[in-house]
């Protein structure tokens, strides 16, 4: 079954204390990104990235970091979470970019709640 | 900045009738215009993708419209079901690239039996 799956599900930590939360999915594309979803605010991009090894800036990237070093992965670090991160988290990944044609898939999301 | 803006943000209709949710866009230079739907605790799932030179797209009871000139766009529900139950959200690819997508904040609608 095609699918993206975001691992925790579901996290309370504490300021300061770094977290990683997983993102894989199966279905081989090349366009991954990380939204995080807010009251009031809707979703909003954090993090893309369009191939292995090629990430860059979403609308709101301060206090997290990504890397794609595989095509399947693309985990979202937060290095020194604040309560301000408390968030529900969404990975989504599509085919090849440039094509405008291709409906996003979404995992089921995280969400985090920094203490 | 592309601003996206869904209206009402909240719904609520008895079973079987037809509805129509909006969204409008400020930038109408756009690749594509997707809807999805968000269950509480699920991830989103595309429901329907119109491409720029398309006017209409329909799958099953539901049918969305683009009117890229007027930057709005409705999706229609035909004889809506309590299943039918979920926020809905528009989303616009930004400039930047085809799949960075701006989102509204969406429409939560309730179908009562």
């Known amino acids: 079954e095609a699918q993206v799956t975001q691992n925790p599900r579901y996290l309370i930590t504490v300021t300061g204390k770094k977290l990683t939360v997983t993102c894989s999915q199966n279905m081989n594309h090349e366009y991954m990104s990380w939204y995080r979803q807010d009251p009031g605010l809707g979703l909003r991009q954090i993090y893309y990235s369009m191939n292995v090894e090629v990430t860059d800036k979403g609308d709101v990237p301060e206090g997290y970091k990504v890397s794609r070093k595989e095509k399947r992965n693309f985990p979202l670090i937060l290095e020194s979470p604040s309560p301000n991160q408390t968030s529900l988290y969404f990975c989504?990944?599509?085919?090849?970019?440039?094509?405008?044609?291709?409906?996003?898939?979404f995992g089921d999301g995280t969400r985090l709640s920094i203490l | 900045k592309q601003e996206v803006t869904q209206i009402p943000a909240a719904l609520s209709v008895p079973e079987g009738e037809n509805l129509v949710l909006n969204c409008s866009f400020t930038?109408?230079?756009?690749?594509?215009l997707q809807w999805f739907r968000q269950d509480p605790g699920k991830g989103l799932t595309s429901l329907l993708l119109?491409?720029?030179?398309?006017r209409e797209q329909t799958s099953g009871r539901l049918n969305a419209s683009l009117d890229k000139s007027s930057g709005r766009s409705t999706l229609y529900i035909a004889a809506s079901q309590p299943g039918d139950s979920a926020t809905y959200l528009c989303a616009v690819p930004t400039q930047t690239g085809a799949n960075n997508l701006f989102f509204g904040t969406g429409t939560r609608l309730t179908v009562i039996p």
């Open positions: 119109i491409q720029s030179s398309q």
């Open positions: 930038d109408s230079a756009i690749y594509n």
């Open positions: 989504a990944s599509s085919p090849r970019t440039g094509l405008s044609n291709q409906p996003q898939h």
